[in-house]
């Protein structure tokens, strides 16, 4: 009587265990003739020196992964922006087409995990990545997963072409615009509902008005992940396989900020970090260190030595780091989670100012 009860048992762990990680399509299959760059685009007077600890990984990490890394000046492409936020936008659409996915990022993000790869997020049908801001319910203008097809560099091009459409407001060039752009590009039968937010766009006269108007764009949104071929990626994702909380960032973006955890991070959590601008480098505390907030603007180095590009490899993904900043996996999750429940609050809050925001 035992035995057949057993049996039935470890059938519906199998079961279970099958279902949940098929839920997850976590790593999808790595094709090796890929071409894939990692696109920066900068100005003419943009301080090189200032960017330089995170440039070296990523350079160190294009060269681990045989992905192309692109530097380009935003002028020289004939885009006729007079902003460069957006005309930065307008280059990646310019160089797509010379590969098969382009992952575009700023200029002060680095990676401190080069295990990672930048095909497990090329979702099969998603031609553009985008990753909603961890600090608040912004969709970042400043990174994205492009694949080289026609919808995406009509995306793109619709997106860099918004400056023409702007309102005379406080209107946050790029990263505002994004939303609206979004908005519209995505669910054209809702205008309704989108004139609402972008009759609150163009009042918008401060962060605050700002942040209430990307507050009503998300709220057309929803908690959604998939909208056509675009996708914008969640901050925190927790897998629960079967009764154990696995939680890993897959499913989320591949960059938050390091801030955020006093730039302590955990191998399988944590893939890049926004934040390493050279002149914002501060001493790394000789403490046992918390991962909490700290201020903004602020960031230690999780490597323990400069990159050197000479030993960067296919045969050579191990760096050294700084033990300091290796974080507890849960203490990081669990500092994230808390962050994440505030944000949402103040996202709600944010949103329920829309009323009075369109009546002044
Ligand atoms: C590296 O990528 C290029 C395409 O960008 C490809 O032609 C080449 O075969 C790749 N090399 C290896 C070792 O995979
Ligand atoms: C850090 O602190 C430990 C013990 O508190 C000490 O042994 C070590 O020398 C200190 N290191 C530095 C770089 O100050
Ligand atoms: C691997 O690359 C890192 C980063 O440049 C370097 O610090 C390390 O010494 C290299 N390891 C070997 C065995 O070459």
Same mark, same amino acid.
């Given at each position: 009587?035992?035995?057949?009860?057993?049996?039935?048992?470890?059938?519906?762990?199998?079961?279970?265990?099958? *279902?949940?990680?098929?839920?997850?399509?976590?790593?999808?299959?790595?094709?090796?003739?890929?071409?894939?760059?990692?696109?920066?685009?900068?100005?003419?007077?943009?301080?090189? $020196?200032?960017?330089?600890?995170?440039?070296?990984?990523?350079?160190?990490?294009?060269?681990?992964?045989?992905?192309?890394?692109?530097?380009?000046?935003?002028?020289?492409?004939?885009?006729?922006?007079?902003?460069?936020?957006?005309?930065?936008?307008?280059?990646?659409?310019?160089?797509?087409?010379?590969?098969?996915?382009?992952?575009?990022?700023?200029?002060?993000?680095?990676?401190?995990?080069? $295990?990672?790869?930048?095909?497990?997020?090329?979702?099969?049908?998603?031609?553009?990545?985008?990753?909603?801001?961890?600090?608040?319910?912004?969709?970042?203008?400043?990174?994205?997963?492009?694949?080289?097809?026609?919808?995406?560099?009509?995306?793109?091009?619709?997106?860099?072409?918004?400056?023409?459409?702007?309102?005379?407001?406080?209107?946050?060039?790029?990263?505002?615009?994004?939303?609206?752009?979004?908005?519209?590009?995505?669910?054209?039968?809702?205008?309704?509902?989108?004139?609402?937010?972008?009759?609150?766009?163009?009042?918008?006269?401060?962060?605050?008005?700002?942040?209430?108007?990307?507050?009503?764009?998300?709220?057309?949104?929803?908690?959604?992940?998939?909208?056509?071929?675009?996708?914008?990626?969640?901050?925190?994702?927790?897998?629960?396989?079967?009764?154990?909380?696995?939680?890993?960032?897959?499913?989320?973006?591949?960059?938050?900020?390091?801030?955020?955890?006093?730039?302590?991070?955990?191998?399988?959590?944590? *893939?890049?970090?926004?934040?390493?601008?050279?002149?914002?480098?501060?001493?790394?505390?000789?403490?046992?260190?918390?991962?909490?907030?700290?201020?903004?603007?602020?960031?230690?180095?999780?490597?323990?030595?400069?990159?050197?590009?000479?030993?960067?490899?296919?045969?050579?993904?191990?760096?050294?780091?700084?033990?300091?900043?290796?974080?507890?996996?849960?203490?990081?999750?669990?500092?994230?989670?808390?962050?994440?429940?505030?944000?949402?609050?103040?996202?709600?809050?944010?949103?329920?100012?829309?009323?009075?925001?369109?009546?002044?």
């Amino acid at each position: 009587m035992i035995f057949p009860f057993f049996a039935i048992l470890v059938l519906i762990f199998i079961i279970v265990i099958l *279902f949940e990680t098929q839920n997850y399509p976590i790593i999808s299959k790595t094709d090796p003739s890929l071409r894939i760059a990692i696109v920066m685009v900068f100005s003419k007077n943009t301080n090189l $020196k200032n960017y330089e600890i995170a440039l070296q990984t990523i350079k160190c990490y294009c060269k681990i992964h045989n992905y192309t890394f692109v530097q380009l000046l935003d002028t020289d492409f004939n885009c006729p922006h007079k902003d460069k936020f957006f005309r930065r936008h307008c280059t990646v659409a310019k160089v797509l087409p010379s590969y098969d996915a382009v992952l575009f990022l700023d200029a002060d993000i680095g990676v401190v995990n080069p $295990k990672r790869k930048i095909e497990e997020f090329l979702e099969e049908g998603v031609d553009v990545t985008f990753v909603n801001r961890f600090y608040n319910w912004e969709i970042s203008a400043g990174f994205y997963l492009a694949r080289n097809t026609q919808y995406a560099v009509d995306l793109l091009n619709g997106f860099a072409n918004y400056e023409f459409k702007l309102p005379f407001s406080f209107h946050g060039t790029d990263n505002g615009a994004l939303h609206m752009y979004l908005a519209e590009h995505l669910f054209p039968d809702a205008s309704a509902e989108s004139n609402i937010c972008k009759k609150a766009y163009s009042e918008s006269k401060s962060y605050r008005d700002l942040f209430t108007f990307e507050a009503c764009i998300k709220s057309l949104f929803g908690v959604g992940t998939r909208f056509g071929k675009v996708r914008i990626m969640k901050k925190v994702v927790y897998l629960f396989i079967f009764c154990f909380k696995n939680t890993q960032f897959r499913g989320t973006g591949w960059a938050r900020d390091g801030w955020l955890t006093s730039m302590m991070w955990h191998p399988d959590l944590d *893939f890049m970090i926004h934040g390493w601008k050279t002149n914002q480098l501060r001493k790394t505390p000789n403490m046992t260190m918390r991962p909490v907030q700290m201020g903004r603007s602020q960031w230690y180095n999780p490597l323990a030595g400069p990159t050197d590009l000479e030993k960067c490899g296919p045969h050579n993904s191990t760096w050294s780091y700084d033990p300091r900043m290796l974080g507890n996996k849960d203490r990081i999750v669990d500092s994230l989670r808390a962050f994440e429940q505030k944000i949402a609050l103040a996202q709600v809050r944010s949103y329920s100012r829309l009323e009075w925001l369109l009546s002044h």
